[in-house]
């Protein structure tokens, strides 16, 4: 298992390869620019960081391992985001949480309604909730069998959604290592796609993939 520096290497070194920014504490943009993403994240990766993805990605659940007198701080995540503005106006904030990574559902779904798909496993293995002030069936609407039996596949624990104008993917880690993150890369990646496809696909013109969607521009047309 990596330690903390080891670790940082691990994604300044991906970073390198990957040909995006690498911060080991993410700040904020100039005043007048873009929202950045990932503000005060650690180890910020910022860029294009898959085919036809920009986005921004950096530690989560981040916490202490080590013995008694010498101890590390190392995430057990990690997470990735974009700006989606134009795809939160066709759908309603959303989250789907793994039932086997999240620990505080209860508490999280106290004030949304839950959204119940028609794919067996994607309800298994996911809760998908909306606040309250919005109706469940939009989501259903814009959510298709592709997408679920995809989703329903992905091989780690991970959390996705639609939040303040943003997509996030929560990927838990098993390892620390580069293959590792890679992989969540590659898989915020598709979400990031076929997320912008289902609403493309309900009639919802998107933005064209680039450097907007990770807050190093502003959006074309703003």
């Known amino acids: 298992m990596a330690n903390a520096e080891e670790w940082a290497e691990i994604v300044q070194g991906l970073g390198g390869r990957l040909g995006v920014a690498y911060e080991p504490v993410g700040g904020l943009n100039p005043r007048g620019g873009p929202a950045a993403l990932c503000p005060g994240g650690t180890n910020r990766l910022t860029g294009q960081l898959d085919p036809d993805y920009w986005g921004a990605s950096c530690d989560a659940l981040e916490h202490e391992e080590g013995g008694l ?4 701080v190392v995430p057990g995540a990690i997470v990735a985001k974009a700006h989606l503005p134009d795809v939160a106006k066709a759908t309603p904030p959303f989250n789907v949480e793994s039932l086997d990574g999240a620990e505080d ?22 809760i998908t909730t909306v606040p309250r002030e919005h109706d469940p069936t939009a989501l259903r609407e814009t959510i298709g069998p592709g997408f679920l039996d ?14 303040e104008r943003q997509l996030y993917f929560l990927w838990r880690l098993r390892e620390l290592t ?15 796609r076929r997320i912008r496809t ?14 907007w969607h990770a807050g190093l521009e502003p959006f074309p047309g703003a």
């Open 198 to 211: 289902e609403v493309e696909e309900h009639g919802t013109h998107t933005y064209p993939a680039g450097p």
């Open 105 to 126: 559902m209860i508490e999280s779904r106290v004030s949304r309604h839950r959204v119940q798909f028609e794919s067996i496993d994607f309800n298994r293995r996911f």
């Open 150 to 163: 995809w989703a329903a596949g992905i091989s780690a624990d991970v959390d996705f959604g639609i939040s």
């Open 178 to 192: 580069a293959d590792e993150y890679a992989e969540a890369l590659k898989n915020a990646g598709e979400l990031f």
């Open 69 to 72: 007198f010498k101890k590390t």
